[in-house]
């Protein structure tokens, strides 16, 4: 049983080192401007298609086999330009759903409350590019979670 | 500067001359002079905290020709219906606010629907608000929103409803309803939209496609200067209109593009008042001898923009989203024996105005940097709500 716990550590902080080099070596080289580039494509797209999804663009639910709305409602008719959204004030204690709560909270909240829809998995790929939507319109606001 | 800043101050330089005000006659009453102290800083919050606050703005309207008679009127907008089978929410309230109307005691001498009735200006849409509208018996006048307009031109919006402007003189006071919509540019007939993709860029509130789509245009201007030609100047006007007729924030057509030359027209005379839907919130402005006061919608509140609301704004609590009934309404108005005209927003939940800046839809909005939407600018993804 030693033996295996032993084993076991020694594997972890492999691992770990192999990821701590890996990270590392990531970093070393300087970025040229192709892979920043790509960076932000890979970034953009994800706000883009936050963005259908945000105004309601059936097409692009279909494709991410999610409903966020059942009431004909998307999020942008009481959020126009992302406003009242205030991405950046999270975590904090959210009224509507009683309890401390992420962003990813809210925005499920909206789906299934004011939407009926059909809430979707906090990691899925339309959550992150609702997010990255969201975070992307408020960009320039200033850092403080917790604020009501 | 930017664009907008420069157009305000320009504003600001043609309108706002020394001196100049909403009408001669124009008084501040108790409860307008408590609002603007709130402006003036801690004082203000202090007095603001000792007296309760009514929701309601009053204003006197001139005295020439004699007091009017007293009469109410009632101002229904932006219900923003669907067909029953998608969503039965907008119904219940347009319903809720028409019977209210309909119950007013003294009654209303008419009620003015502000536009914006449908959703998606889909027939079935208009032919609902329509049947929900005949339980109101007075009076009914009718302008037309975006909403109503871009699925076919407004051929089904004019076939119930009418004329999209008019005029008429009731009880001392010239009506004007104007048409703030079908003067859009055409964005659609390059880009071989169907109806119903031309239909969901205007229903779009902070889209791009469909451009500043809000104004009175060339002819309805002449139609209005000669429409008022033959009232006396301080006599009061009142004038309805979808969009509010100044520049409060252009990207989501909180304005008509033409405000400048409304303007000019509307110079000579000493009593007009604006009231004006699309905006979804309580509004109070001023601009040289024109005053505009925005309604609210029975379907949904917006936020206020995060530029451009009017210093002379109350603004209304934040809505509370779980609530469907919290920041919305409509409006009893009242022009009384003394030519004072009171208009009573019906907000059904909450108290209108906010009491504490955290409580205030304005308030709220000043930490928040905002971004216009891209997905609509590339022809790839053209074409949200086929």
Known sequence: MKTIRIGLIAAGVLVGSLLIVSSARAHKDKHTPQQLKAFEEVFMEQVRIGDLLFHGDDATAKKLNVQLSRTGMACAMCHPFGSDNHPHEFPKFQEQIGQFATLRDMINWCIEKPNEGVKIDSDSPAMKALEAYIYWSNRGSKLDPGRH | ?386
Request: one cysteine or more; glycine letters at 10%.
């Open chain 2, 1 to 386: 500067m930017d664009e907008i800043q420069r157009e305000r101050s320009e504003l600001q330089k043609t309108l706002q001359g020394k001196g100049e005000r909403p009408g001669g006659s124009l008084q501040i009453t108790r409860r307008t002079f408590l609002h603007k102290s709130v402006m003036t800083g801690a004082a203000g919050v202090a007095t603001y905290g000792w007296f309760p606050l009514i929701g309601t703005l009053d204003f006197l309207v001139g005295q020439a020709g004699g007091p009017a008679t007293a009469f109410k009127f009632a101002w229904i907008s932006d219900n923003h219906l669907y067909p029953k089978e998608v969503n039965t929410r907008f119904v219940d309230k347009a319903v809720r606010a028409v019977k209210e109307v309909q119950a007013m005691k003294p009654a209303a001498d008419f009620l003015i629907h502000g536009g914006d009735l449908a959703q998606l200006g889909d027939p079935v849409e208009l032919d609902l608000g329509n049947e929900i509208l005949k339980e109101v018996k007075i009076r009914k006048v009718f302008i037309p929103g975006e909403h109503d307009w871009y699925l076919d031109l407004g051929q089904k919006w004019t076939s119930l409803f009418g004329q999209p402007n008019w005029t008429f003189d009731h009880k001392g006071v010239r009506f004007v309803g104007l048409d703030t919509v079908s003067r859009g540019p055409d964005y659609w007939t390059a880009k071989k939209m169907s109806p119903k993709e031309r239909m969901g860029h205007m229903a779009t509130l902070d889209g791009s496609v469909a451009g500043s789509w809000a104004g009175v245009g060339r002819d309805q201007l002449q139609w209005l200067n000669q429409t008022l030609s033959s009232w006396p100047k301080d006599k009061p006007i009142v004038i309805f209109s979808h969009n509010p007729l100044y520049e409060y924030y252009p990207p989501w057509n909180f304005w008509v593009r033409d405000w400048r030359e409304v303007h000019e027209v509307l110079r000579p005379y000493s009593n007009v008042t604006n009231i004006h839907g699309h905006t979804h919130q309580v509004l109070y402005n001023e601009i040289g001898k024109l005053r505009s006061i925005g309604m609210l919608a029975t379907s949904w509140p917006w936020p206020y923009a995060p530029e451009g609301v009017p210093a002379l704004t109350k603004c209304m609590v934040r809505a509370d989203p779980g609530d469907f009934f919290d920041g919305v309404g409509y409006s009893r108005l009242t022009m009384n024996a003394a030519s004072k005209i009171e208009n009573e927003y019906v907000m059904w939940r909450k108290d209108t105005f906010a009491e504490a800046a955290v409580d205030s839809g304005c308030g709220d909005n000043v930490n928040q940097v905002l971004h216009p939407r891209i997905a609509d600018q590339e022809w790839t993804y053209y074409g949200a709500y086929k």
